[in-house]
């Protein structure tokens, strides 16, 4: 079982390589990190953009381009059109956002005929090493899906299964947070933690455990599992997934955690997706982009082989 | 200006020594935390309870009740309401949970004769210090107040004013927070921290910075506001008190602190009420009781010099 980056890293190295294509690739930190995925074995890169300045970026950074397809496409939407269709052909296992802003990158992964559309809503997953915590945290959604329905928790939670079983963790343990571990009718999101509880255990949810609503130290930290005697629980603070009621919870969790944990490291992508997508943050640090893309790749071959 | 539990104990020292009165004290980890505080000379206190009980844990816990106290009244209810009553005719300055359910201490705690209403409604307050983090941080509401609406964050924020006053804050910087920092009509806590911002800023809430909506790395991390380029905004990386749009999102994060950061340590209080409640939870380190005890003090003699 991973339990840190540098297991989803060696996990990399026995897939085959993988080729991540770049819409809009000329950013300075996106062309970084892809010099280090290449680097490090992580992945290829087929860099669609304006090739000018493309290879300007690439010299301002001392990257060598001879080991990359440059395809030259100065417009950004065509780009990133073109880009996504790679992915779309299987001329590229996993997609990433460049120099476009967020809402026309969707745009091209949502496109009817040249993008990443599988039927299932898109949500985002966000793998945590955090130092003292045996199991890799996979927290969703801390960025996309606003205020899920307990439908949409439902297709969260299809959404994160590929990207555990990736990472070597074939029933994984979802913890439905909330602020308490009782169902609280006054708390619609306890009473869906409840709801997907059951679904699990009556077969509708399968491949997984789910336990909720659960308080995060029952999810996260055997010893106050211990001490709160939650002997009957079948979390007891080995939660692999963290599912947020809503984007307010998830992304100020997730932000407590890269901003306090020291010694943290995190990597994260959009699922539902017909390949996994990288949608990093200019706030992102080098190390969680190089993550990120390795974490595509260990998803990019669990699809394949799903295929 | 206070920034870690080491100036505020010393606060406490700078004060005439507070009187906790405590409802059925017989509970060897209140007991402990009661012993701590007079030892560090925090608190005297008063226990109330089963005399004999009391006289059992504190021998149990090699506790010399010499220098307290004891009421007996071996009926709990009974025993709370007298408990509230010392903290309501000035008899004591803080009142404090002993082994005692929730819902019984909070009905002494909102008792119209002997209890401690002010007409506000109550909220609770947990004070952090974080290693790498230079100021206090005050997040509310993380355990009370369910769903608070715009009015209910206004009182919130009064109730919490007090409270960095007594840490030396005269004019707090307050975060309402949200996963983005741009209002978003489809993100009603983004309104509401919009709402807030202008109604701090045209004077009807006073004594206090507000800027929202924030995200929580542009409200605490001074690097992340920098890289963000934030200039503009009131707060950057500097907010003293952490507002949160629902008590899943702040619980979830008080918890991914408390579990996750290492060395860092925190108090909790109830506000809104006459004098400072301690509602401690089983979950609660020793230290997080003690820490409790000190931020009540200093909170009392506050409440005492405006009052």
Redesign the interface.
Known sequence: MSKGFDDIISKVSECSVKTVSVAVAEDSAVLEAVKAAKERNIANAILVGDEAKIREVASSINMDLSGFEIIHEPDMIAASLKAVSLAHEGKADMYMKGLIDTKNFLKSVLDKEVGLRTGSPLSHVCVFE????EQLLFLTD??FM?YPTLEDKVNIIKNTLPVTKACGINCPKIAP????EVVNP??P?TVEASELTRMCAEGQITDCVIDGPL???LA??PE?AK??GATDRKIQGDADILL??????????Y????????GVKNGCILTGTKVPVILTS??DTFETKVNSLALAAVVAEEMKKKA
């Open positions: 955090v130092p003292g915590i801390v960025a606003t947070l909330a602020a308490v006054k708390m999101a308080s995060l130290d996260i930290d106050a001490h709160k947020f009621p809503d984007i307010h919870a998830g992304n100020l969790v932000k407590a955690i890269v901003h306090m944990v020291p200019r706030s």
